[in-house]
């Protein structure tokens, strides 16, 4: 029997409340996708629905929920994005998924699961949310903690000029030079090699770090590499502090 068009229509409004009443926590949060957006795919989801309904043993109505799983995923990729390293949208893009849902089970008719799950979306944005800033207060201190000495690290860079056939033994030099200084907390960060244009010669370019300032450890390293006769050039600073914001 095909579904009646005022059980259609109870069905289609259920689905735009329930949609709407998540999206009311998504527009207060200023996220991406808010009350309208919710809206609108919970009420798609069910009209898609009911209108497998319509005509009883030609279309399932179940293959027709599978494919909305399947198409909304494309809907919550649109809100993903990078943002340097972190990823934003994600729980965006969950929450649309499950406004897909709710949707869903309006339009089979099912308010009662409908209202349920629409529940459980709002409880979890709304209730865990403390929980989730708890447990970034615990995390923060470690991490900032981490970072502090990361940014109390002297780095320095060094730049040294050689024939290119002394190249590879020039930076081999330099590797066990760092490794057998003074200074054993004097680290390699970086160590690369570049062609100079129109030239015989390469510019072998090394980033080095260390707990404190390691001036006269460095010196010495940089000076033994400047007396090797396939070095023609051979320079070091110390680089400047990073703020962070």
């Given at each position: 029997?095909?579904?009646?068009?005022?059980?259609?229509?109870?069905?289609?409004?259920?689905?735009?409340?329930?949609?709407?009443?998540?999206?009311?926590?998504?527009?207060?949060?200023?996220?991406?996708?808010?009350?309208?957006?919710?809206?609108?795919?919970?009420?798609?989801?069910?009209?898609?629905?009911?209108?497998?309904?319509?005509?009883?043993?030609?279309?399932?109505?179940?293959r027709v929920a599978a494919q909305i799983v399947s198409g909304i995923g494309f809907l919550g990729a649109g809100v993903i994005f990078r943002e340097g390293a972190d990823v934003k949208g994600l729980n965006t893009a969950a929450t649309l998924w499950c406004?897909?849902?709710?949707?869903?089970?309006?339009?089979?008719?099912?308010?009662?699961?409908?209202?349920?799950?629409?529940?459980?979306?709002?409880?979890?944005?709304?209730?865990?949310?403390?929980?989730?800033?708890?447990?970034?207060?615990?995390?923060?201190?470690?991490?900032?903690?981490?970072?502090?000495?990361?940014?109390?690290?002297?780095?320095?860079?060094?730049?040294?000029?050689?024939?290119?056939?002394?190249?590879?033994?020039?930076?081999?030099?330099?590797?066990?030079?760092?490794?057998?200084?003074?200074?054993?907390?004097?680290?390699?960060?970086?160590?690369?090699?570049?062609?100079?244009?129109?030239?015989?010669?390469?510019?072998?370019?090394?980033?080095?770090?260390?707990?404190?300032?390691?001036?006269?450890?460095?010196e010495r390293v940089v000076g033994r590499l400047g007396l090797d006769p396939g070095v023609t050039a051979v320079r070091w600073r110390a680089e400047a502090e990073t703020a962070t914001d």
């Open positions: 029997m095909a579904i009646g068009l005022g059980e259609s229509a109870v069905n289609l409004l259920a689905a735009a409340g329930l949609g709407a009443a998540i999206g009311v926590e998504r527009q207060w949060r200023q996220r991406l996708a808010g009350l309208r957006t919710n809206a609108l795919v919970a009420l798609g989801a069910a009209g898609f629905v009911v209108s497998s309904q319509l005509v009883p043993g030609e279309v399932s109505p179940t406004a897909a849902g709710v949707g869903m089970l309006a339009g089979f008719g099912a308010l009662l699961h409908a209202s349920l799950l629409a529940a459980l979306v709002l409880a979890v944005h709304l209730l865990l949310r403390p929980l989730v800033r708890a447990l970034k207060r615990r995390i923060a201190p470690a991490a900032s903690r981490r970072d502090e000495a990361a940014e109390a690290e002297q780095r320095y860079a060094v730049s040294i000029v050689c024939r290119a056939a002394e190249a590879a033994r020039v930076r081999a030099a330099l590797v066990q030079d760092v490794a057998a200084s003074a200074a054993p907390a004097l680290r390699l960060t970086r160590l690369e090699s570049a062609v100079i244009r129109d030239t015989n010669s390469v510019e072998v370019q090394a980033g080095l770090a260390a707990p404190a300032r390691a001036d006269a450890a460095l």
